[in-house]
């Protein structure tokens, strides 16, 4: 199998350098807000004065994002997997599943990864990896459903994206955005809740003016945590802007590499999308986890019942159109023929 193209490997590099850059912008932005925002209303109101301002030194910015981002490396794999039910299972539980990504890894040139089922419905697979070892990820559901050609072209996908290096980057990648979208939600119940309890009881005098006070205080440090919160999971999207759309295309070159057979992956993803409609809400939803975008086919491919999924409000559209997929992989089945 042929190295990563260079598109490929420019959008990796530049989505490394976000994934390493923006958790800087996200602490010294909170810095700023409370200099420039918090304790001057703080002393507006009359505490203080604050002659000192909150400073976070550039080394210990460096401790926390590098820390932060090793054990994310180190336990986002087993996290990822642990979100979703998926377990290792050894070669003497699915000898012919271990047989297949052992000899697609072999022909990719790669070490062969562990392999993981999670029991779930939904026809879905996954590649994570870490510092020391990199796991395919399939449900049950998928191997149910899929014959043997296609099942071999998914998990070739899966080997492609570990071949291509970019299953490391979206492992990590996905932290970022997943915090700053549950704080600003945490900052939006919080306001939510400061008011529901205003609106239950009544204050006036001395105490009204403190509550006052207080609420503005609360007002403010919620706002200013949604707005920052907000702009640093835009930016994060932005990875999977420049790099999920793109990696699967690649990965979809790469499986049909592997395996010659591009019309195999096509026919898989045409059952994927097909099949994913008719799953009900409660498998997709354990299948969720905020990992869409590790899949090999989209979560959303279907008008949910209730709620939408965690991953459609965390990592819009992080997946090409199937259709357009599956014409590229026609396109190469007929350079192939």
Do not use: C
Not at 242 to 268: C, F, H, N, Q, V
Not at 275 to 298: N, Q
Request: aromatic content about 6%; glycine content about 6%.
């Amino acid at each position: 199998m042929h190295s990563p193209d260079p598109a490929l490997r420019r959008r990796i590099l530049i989505a490394s350098a976000l994934v390493v850059l923006l958790p800087f912008g996200f602490i010294y932005a909170f810095v700023a807000a409370i200099n420039h925002v918090l304790l001057p209303l703080l002393e507006s109101f009359g505490h203080g004065p604050y002659h000192g301002r909150v400073y976070v030194s550039p080394l210990l910015a460096v401790v926390i994002v590098l820390g932060g981002l090793a054990t994310q490396i180190w336990f986002g794999p087993s996290t990822v997997l642990g979100s979703i039910g998926a377990r290792r299972v050894a070669p003497d539980e699915r000898p012919e599943l271990h047989a297949a990504v052992t000899r697609l890894a072999q022909a990719a040139d790669i070490e062969p990864p562990d392999v993981a089922v999670t029991s779930n419905d939904a026809p879905n697979a996954a590649a994570v990896r870490g510092p020391a070892r990199a796991s395919i990820v399939v449900t049950t559901g998928l191997l149910d459903r899929l014959d043997g050609e296609e099942l071999e072209a998914v998990l070739a996908h899966e080997i492609a994206h570990l071949k291509n290096r970019d299953a490391t980057v979206m492992t990590v990648a996905w932290f970022l955005p997943t915090v700053t979208y549950y704080l600003a939600l945490a900052a939006a119940y919080l306001l939510y809740g400061t008011y529901r309890a205003l609106g239950a009881g009544s204050s006036s005098g001395r105490n009204g003016r403190g509550l006052a006070k207080a609420v503005i205080v609360l007002t403010v440090t919620a706002v200013v945590t949604i707005a920052i919160s907000a702009l640093f999971w835009a930016a994060s999207v932005l990875i999977h802007r420049i790099l999920s759309r793109y990696r699967e295309y690649a990965a979809d070159r790469g499986a049909a590499t592997l395996t010659g057979e591009p019309a195999a992956l096509a026919s898989a993803l045409r059952t994927l999308d097909e099949e994913m409609s008719e799953i009900p809400d409660r498998d997709l939803r354990k299948l969720d986890g905020g990992a869409e975008a590790l899949y090999v086919a989209p979560l959303s491919a279907r008008s949910f019942t209730d709620a939408a999924l965690v991953s459609t409000d965390i990592f819009p559209d992080t997946h090409p159109q199937t259709e357009d997929r599956i014409d590229r992989l026609r396109e190469l089945a007929g350079e192939v023929e």
